[in-house]
């Protein structure tokens, strides 16, 4: 059923729940099987040179709901909205195919108690509902910085904060040792491939629609 666009908020954040709720649980899912996973397929020198950092398990899971929340709040056109919700749903399913073929897993530093701060307290936790063989491509780094381009393509502005905000998100991946590099290169790569079919393949924006709509591509 078509929603009035009185209703946009309201669809906004429905169909927005609805698609967080539904990659969370598969990717939990996944995560969770018991499958044959290799520590040393992905890793390399200089992910082991890179520091583990508990401090920036903040930036980890925080930022990636963050950015999930101004995106639902921020789209203001149904338009941008649609686009999002497609590339959201190439990326899930493209990185989740990724994870059940490329069985990496990253040899993490457990954490245990007890805690000497609220930092590593919350690492712990990170690491314990978030499985450390859904790995190849990142999510974290796919969603969000497919969603700050499409944010910047339609809110130039609160794109650039969004895209620094996954930046940080991005870097965190490596520093709570959750991911590998080739990890977050192909969170990149395929964020940029959802980017692209949603705004040159997905049908164009209609012509009846001001600027102020979403502007044709």
């Given at each position: 059923?078509?929603?009035?666009?009185?209703?946009?908020?309201?669809?906004?954040?429905?169909?927005?729940?609805?698609?967080?709720?539904?990659?969370?649980?598969?990717?939990?899912?996944v995560?969770?099987?018991?499958?044959?996973?290799s520590?040393?397929?992905?890793?390399t020198?200089?992910?082991?040179a890179?520091?583990?950092?508990?401090?920036t398990?903040?930036?980890?899971?925080?930022?990636?709901?963050?950015?999930?929340?101004?995106a639902?709040?921020?789209?203001?056109?149904?338009?941008?909205?649609?686009?999002?919700?497609?590339a959201?749903?190439?990326i899930?399913s493209i990185?989740?195919?990724?994870?059940?073929?490329?069985?990496?897993?990253?040899?993490?530093p457990?954490?245990?108690?007890p805690?000497?701060?609220?930092?590593q307290?919350?690492?712990?936790?990170?690491?314990?509902?978030?499985p450390?063989?859904n790995?190849?491509?990142?999510?974290?780094?796919?969603?969000?910085?497919?969603?700050?381009v499409?944010?910047?393509?339609?809110?130039?502005?609160?794109?650039?904060?969004?895209m620094?905000?996954a930046?940080?998100?991005?870097?965190?991946?490596?520093?709570?040792?959750?991911?590998?590099i080739?990890?977050?290169?192909?969170?990149?790569?395929l964020?940029?491939?959802?980017?692209?079919?949603?705004?040159?393949v997905a049908?164009?924006?209609?012509?009846?629609?001001?600027?102020?709509?979403?502007?044709?591509?």
């Amino acid at each position: 059923m078509a929603f009035p666009e009185r209703h946009f908020g309201v669809y906004k954040v429905l169909l927005g729940l609805s698609a967080a709720a539904v990659q969370s649980s598969i990717y939990l899912g996944v995560g969770h099987l018991h499958l044959t996973r290799s520590t040393e397929l992905l890793r390399t020198r200089l992910d082991d040179a890179i520091p583990f950092l508990p401090i920036t398990s903040w930036f980890y899971l925080p930022v990636y709901a963050g950015i999930f929340i101004i995106a639902i709040a921020g789209f203001r056109t149904r338009w941008h909205f649609d686009r999002a919700l497609r590339a959201f749903a190439l990326i899930m399913s493209i990185g989740l195919a990724g994870h059940l073929l490329i069985r990496a897993e990253y040899p993490r530093p457990v954490l245990r108690p007890p805690f000497p701060d609220w930092s590593q307290a919350f690492m712990a936790w990170v690491q314990s509902i978030d499985p450390p063989g859904n790995v190849f491509p990142s999510l974290h780094v796919a969603h969000t910085s497919s969603l700050a381009v499409l944010l910047q393509h339609e809110n130039p502005k609160l794109g650039r904060w969004v895209m620094f905000m996954a930046l940080l998100l991005a870097l965190s991946t490596l520093t709570t040792k959750q991911h590998f590099i080739a990890d977050v290169v192909s969170g990149f790569a395929l964020a940029a491939l959802g980017c692209w079919i949603a705004l040159r393949v997905a049908p164009r924006a209609p012509a009846t629609r001001s600027a102020a709509a979403g502007p044709r591509v």
